[in-house]
């Protein structure tokens, strides 16, 4: 799947599930910033497909996650 198809993926999860976010075009990628009850999440989609997600709140790091893996963080932070 192509990195707009991975962005567009993602958004439609977080609508899905009732999750606010805002768009970010910041160096060359298109960021999601989503805050949660702990923690805010900058999720970042690439053009060469690659996603970077950030937290900020208890421990921050950033690293290279799955479309599955940061959609499957986010739900389980909102949901507690």
Do not use: W
């Amino acid at each position: 799947m192509n990195s707009l198809g991975q962005l567009l993926e993602f958004i439609l999860g977080l609508q899905e599930e009732k999750i606010s976010f805002n768009l970010q075009c910041v160096r060359d990628a298109i960021m999601v910033v989503v805050p949660t009850p702990s923690k805010c999440y900058e999720v970042e989609f690439f053009e060469d497909g690659h996603i970077e997600a950030q937290t900020f709140g208890p421990p921050s790091d950033v690293r290279s996650f799955t479309l599955e893996e940061i959609t499957n963080r986010l739900v389980a932070d909102v949901n507690g």
